[in-house]
């Protein structure tokens, strides 16, 4: 069963870090390519950045809105993704879903994780 | 970057009655494969998105046939045949075609 586990969420000011993890098993994690999708507290739904896999040079993309501020890594040896945040804006404010694609799910999020909340607030 | 409209439901739908769910793209989405990158996804109360329908018209693994998708390179439309309780929820379009991959505003469903 694939699982997705996203923690590192909560309260934080602008300007300030945070870094989000995505825990993940149950799939072949190395050669997937490893999305983060935010949703605003209006519920609208942003994809924000992918890695892909290391046959493809972990090579990286990111929405306009957070590129120079956000970062995606991934761990191979830990079926891990993150998401480093810096400088963070109260637009910024969402809750944060990890999500993959596969060669068997090649061009849709077949699997989400439950989310962790980011406020950034002062 | 590709912009997806969503229209809305005259809310609340009847039990058992259907409902259709329009999208459109800012710009086809049929890819050179013949396959046309449109997605559905469902958000119930208090879930994570599941997915409903991928290139356009294909059902995911264990979505109910009451779900069937439609459209064209630029028109889509989800139909829900004979609407349930599980149905409720927020209904998203989302294009697969180019990045960064968009997603419609959201279509409200709700049960009268």
Not at chain 1, 44 to 73: C, H, P, Q
Not at chain 1, 104 to 117: D, E, M, S
Not at chain 2, 59 to 87: C, H, N, P, Q, W
């Amino acid at each position: 069963e694939v699982q997705l586990v996203e923690t590192g969420g909560g309260l934080v000011q602008p300007g300030k870090s945070l870094k989000l993890t995505c825990a993940t098993s149950g799939f072949t994690f190395s050669t997937a390519w490893m999305h983060w999708v935010r949703q605003s507290p209006e519920k609208r739904l942003e994809w924000i950045a992918r890695i892909k896999d290391k046959s493809n040079n972990y090579a990286t993309d990111y929405v306009e809105s957070v590129k120079g501020r956000f970062t995606i890594s991934r761990d191979d040896s830990k079926s891990s993704v993150y998401l480093q945040m810096n400088s963070l804006k109260e637009e910024d404010t969402a809750t944060y879903y990890c999500t993959l694609t596969t060669r068997v799910y090649p061009n849709w999020f077949a699997y989400w994780g439950q989310g962790t909340l980011v406020t950034v607030s002062s | 970057d590709i912009v997806m409209t969503q229209g809305a439901l005259p809310n609340p739908v009847p039990s058992g009655e259907s409902a259709s769910i329009t999208c459109q793209s800012s710009k086809s989405l049929l890819h050179s494969n013949g396959k046309t990158y449109l997605n559905w996804y469902l958000q119930r109360p208090g879930q994570s998105p599941q997915l409903l329908i991928y290139w356009m018209s294909t059902r995911a693994s264990g979505v109910s046939d009451r779900f069937s998708g439609s459209g064209s390179g630029t028109d889509f439309t989800l139909k829900i045949s004979s609407v349930e309780a599980e149905d409720v929820g927020v209904y998203y379009c989302q294009q697969f075609l180019e990045y960064p991959r968009t997603f419609g505003g959201g279509t409200k469903l709700e049960l009268k």
